[in-house]
T-cell receptor, first 113, second 111 residues
Framework: GAGVSQSPSNKVTEKGKDVELRCDPI?????LYWYRQRLGQGLEFLIY????????KSGLPSDRFSAERTGESVSTLTIQRTQQEDSAVYLC???????????FGQGTRLTVV | GENVEQHPSTLSVQEGDSAVIKCTYS??????FPWYKQELGKRPQLIID?????GEKKDQRIAVTLNKTAKHFSLHITETQPEDSAVYFC??????????FGRGTSLIVHP
C-alpha cells in the first residue's frame, strides 16, 4: 500500500509569506508526527497527534507555527510570516498506534528567500 | 523531557570492517529504541529497533544492544559495505510516545 505522502516536495517562498505543508499518513495510522530537519542536523520534534486527543504542541518553535489534523487523516503544518531560519526539510511520520514503528514521508524541502 | 546524545558524528571505515554507533538517553521511562538509516536526499527508514525488555537484537549484519542501567544503546554493523554509507539516527521513546532523536552519525564506507 501507499506510504506516508507529503506535498509539495519542494517549496520556495519569499520571506514574510505564509506556507502550508501537507501530510497524508498511512491509512489507519492513528499517530502522526511532524519533525524539522535543518541541513546536516538531526530531527527536531514539532508536534504530535494521536487519534482525537489534544495534540502535543510542545515542540513548536514559535506561534508562527501551527498544525491541524482532522480525525485520523490528513495533517497540515502552517508557517506564518516565514523567516530564513525556517528553511529546512519538514518530515511527517505516522504509526499504527502510539507504541508502534513510525514511518516517514519523503519530506518537504522549504527554502525561504 | 528526553535527551538523546549520539556519537560519533562521523565514522569512516574500510569495507569489511565493523562500525559501532553509540547513544545515551536521559529518561529512565523510555522503553523503545529505534534506529533509522537516511540516505542522501531520502526519507529516514527504520532498520532495527529494540524494546526495554531485551538486551540485544540481531538482524543479519546489524545488531543493537541496550543497557538500561547505564541508559545507553548501540548499533553494530558487521562486514560493512559501501551501500551502508548513510546517516544513522538513534531515537528513544517513552511515556510521551514521542520519539526523541539523536543528532545523527554519518557513516562512510570506503571500498
Amino acid at each position: 500500500g501507499a506510504g506516508v505522502s507529503q506535498s509539495p516536495s519542494n517549496k520556495v517562498t519569499e520571506k514574510g509569506k505564509d506556507v502550508e505543508l501537507r501530510c497524508d499518513p498511512i491509512s489507519g495510522h492513528t499517530a502522526l508526527y511532524w519533525y524539522r530537519q535543518r541541513l546536516g542536523q538531526g530531527l527536531e520534534f514539532l508536534i504530535y497527534f494521536q487519534g482525537n486527543s489534544a495534540p502535543d504542541k510542545s515542540g513548536l518553535p514559535s506561534d508562527r507555527f501551527s498544525a491541524e489534523r482532522t480525525g485520523e487523516s490528513v495533517s497540515t503544518l502552517t508557517i506564518q510570516r516565514t523567516q530564513q531560519e525556517d528553511s529546512a526539510v519538514y518530515l511527517c511520520a505516522s504509526s499504527l498506534a502510539s507504541n508502534s514503528e513510525a514511518f516517514f514521508g519523503q519530506g518537504t524541502r522549504l527554502t525561504v528567500v | 523531557g528526553e535527551n538523546v546524545e549520539q556519537h560519533p558524528s562521523t565514522l569512516s571505515v574500510q569495507e569489511g570492517d565493523s562500525a559501532v554507533i553509540k547513544c545515551t538517553y536521559s529518561d529512565s521511562a523510555s522503553n523503545y529504541f529505534p534506529w533509522y538509516k537516511q540516505e542522501l536526499g531520502k526519507r529516514p527508514q527504520l532498520i532495527i529497533d529494540i524494546r526495554s525488555n531485551v538486551g540485544e537484537k540481531k538482524d543479519q549484519r546489524i545488531a543493537v544492544t541496550l543497557n538500561k542501567t547505564a541508559k545507553h544503546f548501540s548499533l553494530h554493523i558487521t562486514e560493512t559495505q559501501p551501500e551502508d554509507s548513510a546517516v544513522y539516527f538513534c531515537a528513544a521513546r517513552g511515556g510521551s510516545y514521542i520519539p526523541t532523536f539523536g543528532r545523527g552519525t554519518s557513516l562512510i564506507v570506503h571500498p
